[in-house]
C-alpha cells in the first residue's frame, strides 16, 4: 500500500517517496447517506477535473443518519448500536471509497458526526457514543478500513474535544489507531466566533498526526490566516490546515437578508489566506454540496440550489489555479515570512497581505486579498535581479509587472483593486527562476 506520511520537517504531507502529496479537499459530509452510486460517481469526476485530489465525507452523516436511510433503504447500524454495523450499508460506503481510489481521490473519512457524541442545537442525534462504545466501533471501522489505500481519518465533527467529550473522542481515535497505524489521522472541531482547532485540545496526542480548523461560516474576511498561524508556530509542530472555511453559496451567519451570501471572492480568499499562512493544503466546501441538496428534501440553512447545479461555482473551478499553485516546485515547501512586507504597509484591518517565500530566499509570494499596493522588502531576498509576475487567482493567469532590482524595497501595484480583486505577487531571481508559466 502506497501511505502518506508527514514530512521531515513536520510541515507538510508526503509520499513515502518524499514527494509532495498536494492536499485539496472538498466537503461532501452527506457522500454516503444522500447519493446514489452513479450520483457519486458524477461528482467524485466532476472533482477530479477541478483538481481536487481528497473529499471529506462521513460514515454515521449528520442529516438523520441513524434513523433515514441511504437511498437504498440501509441504516448504518442496527438498533442503533456502534456494535451492530449493517454490512450492507458500509459495503456501498466502500464502493463509493474505492470509486475514489480509482479516479485518484483520497477520502478524509469521519467514523461519525458529533450529534452522537453531543447534540447541541445543530444535528439530530441521538446520541450513541460513550468511550467504551467509540472504542468498540474505532476498532471495527479501522480494521474494515486498515488496507485501503486512499484514506485519512478524521475524527470528530464539529464538535468540542473538551471535557464530557474528550475521552469519548480519544477512545475513539485510540480504536482505529490500535488496528490501522498505517493512515494518518486529524479532528474536526467546532467553529465558533472566530474559528477553532483541533490543537486546542489534541496537540499533544499521540494519535493526531496533523491540526484541522474550522474557521467557519460567520464572517466575511474572517482572518483565518491567524487561526492558521497559531498551529504553525505551535511546539511540537505538526501539519496545519483550514479544513472548514466559509463554504461558497452559504448565507453569511445565516443571515442572507441581512448580510448576504459568501461567493467564490470569500473561497479565494479563505483558501490563499490559509496556505500563505503555513497551511499544507486546503479544504473548500460549498453550502448545496455539503449536504448534496436536491429537489424534495429538507433544505439545510438557506440552501437555494441542487448539488448538481453547485458543482460548478466559479469558486470551485478556482480551486484548480489554488492546486497548480501548490504544485509549484518552489512553493511547495514554503515558509511563512511577513518580513518580506514592509512595515507599516499592513493594514490596520484584518484584511492584511500574507506572505511566504522558498527555503533558498530566491523567491517570495505575496497574496493581495484586495489587491492594490505592496511595498516589497527585498533585503529578504538573496537575488541580484528579480522578475515581478502577478497571478490572478481566478483565471490562473499571469500578467507581467514592473522589474524590482535589488535594493531596499520596491513599491508595486496590481492590476487591479476592490474585493473580488484578489492578486498574487510572484517575485523569482532571474539568474536562477525562468518566468512563471501561466497556470
Known amino acids: ?85 449493517n454490512e450492507r450499508y458500509f459495503a456501498f460506503v466502500d464502493s463509493i471509497i474505492t470509486k475514489a481510489d480509482q479516479l ?103 494519535w493526531l498526526d496533523f491540526n484541522l480548523a474550522q474557521s467557519g461560516h460567520r464572517k466575511r474576511d474572517l482572518p483565518n490566516f491567524k487561526l492558521v498561524a497559531r498551529d504553525y508556530e505551535r511546539i511540537p509542530i505538526k501539519p496545519c490546515l483550514d479544513g472548514e472555511p466559509r463554504y461558497e453559496d452559504h448565507p453569511v451567519d445565516w443571515k442572507p437578508l441581512e448580510l448576504g451570501w459568501f461567493d467564490d471572492s470569500d473561497a479565494r480568499q479563505a483558501a490563499y489566506w490559509a496556505v500563505f499562512s503555513g497551511a499544507f493544503g486546503h479544504t473548500y466546501g460549498c453550502h448545496p454540496v455539503w449536504q448534496m441538496y436536491a429537489a424534495g428534501r429538507e433544505p439545510v440553512s438557506y440552501v437555494r440550489r441542487s448539488w448538481r447545479e453547485a458543482l460548478d461555482l466559479p469558486g470551485a473551478a478556482q480551486m484548480l489555479h489554488l492546486k497548480r499553485f501548490l504544485s509549484t516546485r518552489e ?46 522588502n527585498l533585503e529578504r531576498l538573496e537575488a541580484k535581479s528579480l522578475r515581478a509576475v502577478w497571478l490572478d487567482p481566478r483565471s490562473g493567469q499571469t500578467l507581467p509587472a514592473s522589474e524590482a532590482w535589488n535594493s531596499r524595497s520596491a513599491q508595486l501595484s496590481a492590476p487591479s483593486a476592490g474585493r473580488g480583486q484578489d492578486w498574487v505577487l510572484s517575485l523569482s531571481d532571474l539568474d536562477t527562476h525562468a518566468a512563471p508559466a501561466e497556470t
Open 1 to 85: 500500500m502506497k501511505r502518506l506520511r508527514v514530512s521531515e520537517n513536520r510541515r507538510f504531507l508526503e509520499w513515502e517517496d518524499g514527494s509532495p502529496f498536494i492536499w485539496l479537499g472538498d466537503t461532501a459530509w452527506e457522500l454516503f447517506h444522500r447519493l446514489r452510486l452513479e450520483e457519486a460517481e458524477a461528482y467524485l469526476e466532476n472533482r477530479r477535473t477541478k483538481g481536487f485530489t481528497l473529499v471529506q465525507a462521513v460514515a454515521l452523516a449528520e442529516l438523520d443518519g441513524l434513523e433515514t436511510p441511504n437511498v437504498y433503504g440501509e441504516i448504518p447500524l442496527l438498533d442503533n448500536d456502534p456494535r451492530k454495523p
Open 104 to 206: 485518484g481521490i483520497f477520502v478524509g473519512l469521519l467514523p461519525t458526526w458529533g450529534d452522537k457524541v453531543e447534540k447541541l442545537n445543530h444535528g439530530k442525534g441521538p446520541v450513541i457514543f460513550d468511550p467504551e462504545s467509540a472504542r468498540h466501533y474505532g476498532e471495527w471501522i479501522g480494521r474494515r478500513y486498515k488496507n485501503q489505500s486512499n484514506l485519512v481519518w478524521i475524527n470528530g465533527g464539529d464538535r468540542s474535544g473538551g471535557e464530557a467529550n474528550h475521552p469519548v473522542w480519544t477512545a475513539l481515535a485510540e480504536g482505529i489507531k490500535s488496528v490501522d497505524p498505517n493512515h494518518l489521522m486529524t479532528f474536526h472541531p467546532l467553529g465558533g466566533e472566530n474559528g477553532r482547532s483541533s490543537s486546542e485540545w489534541f496537540h499533544h496526542a499521540a
Open 331 to 376: 512553493f511547495v515547501w514554503r515558509v511563512p515570512d511577513q518580513s518580506l512586507i514592509q512595515p507599516g504597509e499592513i493594514p490596520a484591518t484584518d484584511c492584511e497581505n500574507r506572505a511566504v517565500r522558498d527555503e533558498k530566499n530566491t523567491r517570495a509570494w505575496i497574496y493581495l486579498p484586495f489587491g492594490g499596493k505592496v511595498a516589497v
